[in-house]
Antibody, heavy 124, light 112 residues
């Protein structure tokens, strides 16, 4: 069965960086992409970007462009989300989600399997 | 960039039907079958319930249905049950590109 298992909760100081992992199993990793979605406390879902596991192509939301990097390691079927220059409003639960891609590009906003979420707290 | 507008809350009694709307500000959104819907219970990860405007993933109850007219997509839940009480989000592309996406603000469904 398809599973996405994320790394544990993080506490960071403003200005620091965080890297969250998402290990996939139960499917051919390179046939899909991974999207990252975050949810601030009591708020809605915010799409951050996607990475194709086939060719490492990425696309980011304008709001986080320049501060976020999405990568994959096909040898371990793991995706990573690194967010830099953390601010207090980056405090959120971060989810990875499997995303359909074709030819190395992900063009369907559909997320059929989700990780359990990783709480990132930014506080001085 | 397109935004997706949802009502903040809707409610209904058990057995009734409700509809949640998702209206895009970009006129291009209506040209593509790219709206998906998610159900999220408190403290849980979201769950895909509708994709490509109207399709239902395997295992999702047929009480959930999607539709679209112009720039407005809709999620209808028929035969409301207590377990349907949750937050619901639509998602589509952001208008300038099919590779950049956005979620609606979410709708809290209360089953009375």
């Amino acid at each position: 069965q398809v599973q996405l298992v994320q790394s544990g909760a993080e506490v960071k100081k403003p200005g620091a960086s965080v890297k969250v992992s998402c290990k996939a199993s139960g499917y051919t990793f390179t046939n899909y992409g991974i999207s990252w979605v975050r949810q601030a406390p009591g708020q809605g879902l915010e799409w951050m970007g996607w990475v194709s596991a086939y060719n490492a192509k990425t696309n980011y939301a304008q709001k986080v462009q320049g501060r976020v990097t999405l990568t994959t390691d096909t040898s371990t079927s793991t995706a990573y989300m690194e967010l830099r220059s953390l601010r207090s409003d980056d405090t959120a639960v971060y989810y990875c989600a499997r995303t359909y891609c074709s030819g190395g590009s992900c063009y369907k906003p559909e997320f059929d399997y989700w990780g359990q979420g990783t709480l990132v707290t930014v506080s001085s | 960039q397109s935004a997706l507008t949802q009502p903040a809350s809707v409610s209904g009694s058990p057995g009734q039907s409700i509809t949640i709307s998702c209206t895009a500000t970009s006129s291009d959104v209506g040209s593509y079958n790219l709206v998906s819907w998610y159900q999220q219970h408190p403290g849980k990860a979201p769950k895909l319930i509708i994709y490509e405007d109207i399709k239902r993933p395997s295992g999702v109850s047929d009480r959930f249905s999607g539709s679209k007219s112009g720039n407005t997509a809709s999620l209808t839940i028929s035969g409301l049950q207590a377990e349907d009480e949750a937050d619901y989000y639509c998602c589509s592309y952001a208008g300038t590109s099919t590779f950049t996406w956005v979620f609606g603000g979410g709708t809290k469904l209360t089953v009375l």
